[in-house]
C-alpha cells in the first residue's frame, strides 16, 4: 500500500482565534472597558446614594 494515498491534502494555513493581534491585547482590551464601565455604574448607582451631608443618614429619608 501507498502511505501518501491516505494523507490529506494541504490546506491553506488559516489565522486562529482572534486574528492578528496576540491574546494579551484582546485581555487588556477587556480589562480597560470593564474598569470603565465599573466606574461608570460606581458614579450612577452606588455615589448617589451616599450621605448628602443634611444630616439624615446614607438613605437621604427622614423618618
Do not use: C
Not at 501507498?2 to 490546506?11: G, I, R
Not at 465599573?38 to 438613605?59: E, Q
Amino acid at each position: 500500500m501507498d502511505p501518501d494515498k491516505y494523507k490529506s491534502p494541504e490546506t491553506p494555513h488559516k489565522p486562529k482565534g482572534y486574528g492578528k493581534r496576540p491574546i494579551w491585547q484582546w485581555i487588556l482590551l477587556y480589562v480597560i472597558i470593564a474598569i470603565v464601565v465599573y466606574g461608570l455604574i460606581y458614579l450612577i448607582f452606588i455615589h448617589k446614594s451616599g450621605n448628602s451631608g443634611n444630616g439624615t443618614g446614607s438613605s437621604g429619608y427622614t423618618y
